[in-house]
C-alpha cells in the first residue's frame, strides 16, 4: 500500500502541474475521490495530439496518451512503482516547451 499512495500523490501533484501549467479546469475536482494512479488532464483545445504525441516521443523520448473526448483534449497520465518524480519532472519540461 506504501507504493500505491506514493504513486497515487505523484499522480496528484502531476495533475495539479499539468492543469498550473495549462491554467485549464480539470474534469473534475478532488482527486482523492476520482483516482488512484491513473488521472486525466486537460490539455489546450488547439493542441494537434498526432503532433504533441509525436514531439513527446521524438524530443523527449516520451510515451504517454494523448485522447480527445467530448471536445476536449486530454493527457492521461499513469503512474506506477517504476516513475519517479524526475520522470514527472521531465513531462512537465516538455509539456512546457511544446505547449507554447
Keep these: 500500500m506504501e507504493v500505491r499512495g506514493a504513486c497515487h500523490r505523484l499522480a496528484v501533484e ?6 498550473d501549467l495549462t491554467g485549464l479546469a480539470p474534469l473534475h475536482s478532488n482527486p482523492d475521490a476520482w483516482f488512484a494512479q491513473m488521472a486525466v488532464a486537460t490539455l489546450p483545445a488547439d493542441s ?3 503532433a504533441l504525441k509525436s514531439r513527446l516521443y521524438d524530443e523527449y ?5 494523448l485522447i480527445a473526448w467530448n471536445e476536449k483534449k486530454l493527457i492521461r497520465l499513469f503512474v506506477q ?6 520522470d514527472m519532472d521531465r513531462l512537465l519540461f516538455a509539456l512546457k516547451m511544446l505547449l507554447k
Design 81 to 86: 512503482g517504476y516513475n519517479s518524480r524526475r
Design 61 to 65: 523520448r516520451i510515451e504517454i496518451p
Design 14 to 19: 502531476t495533475w495539479q502541474r499539468i492543469h
Design 48 to 50: 494537434d495530439l498526432i
